[in-house]
Nanobody
Framework: VQLQACGGGLVQAGDSLRLSCAAA???????VGWFRQAPGKEREFVAA????????SYADSVKGRFTISRDRLKNTVYLQMNTLKPEDTAVYYC?????????????????WGQGTLVTVSS
């Protein structure tokens, strides 16, 4: 498995969840991004982080609530999601960037994991 996302679930508004993306060692020098796709909508950028855990970036809609981090020893990238809202409901995907740093465009990513579903009830 190249990239494997997990940690989704059903939570209530205001709750927290932490998603994990286990990446193959070959991606250790690549940026990693999180994207999400809500029902009936296009997939959108959520957050990204550089190969060394630096240069985090976020979509405006999650800034201040979500935190992306990286554990290089475990080859895992995390997305801590706090103060979840019903509009955060989506399938969340992690992906490996073609560069050392993540970008906000899907075209910046070459490998994608399977998604993990996050459902936030009101």
């Amino acid at each position: 498995v190249q990239l494997q996302a997990c940690g989704g679930g059903l939570v209530q508004a205001g709750d927290s969840l932490r998603l994990s993306c286990a990446a193959a060692r070959r991606f250790s020098n690549n940026g990693v991004g999180w994207f999400r796709q809500a029902p009936g909508k296009e997939r959108e950028f959520v957050a990204a982080i550089g190969w060394n855990g630096g240069n985090p970036s976020y979509a405006d809609s999650v800034k201040g609530r979500f935190t992306i981090s990286r554990d290089r020893l475990k080859n895992t990238v995390y997305l801590q999601m706090n103060t979840l809202k019903p509009e955060d409901t989506a399938v969340y995907y992690c992906a490996s960037s073609i560069r050392a740093y993540g970008g906000q465009s899907q075209g910046d990513y070459s490998y994608w994991g399977q998604g993990t579903l996050v459902t936030v009830s009101s």
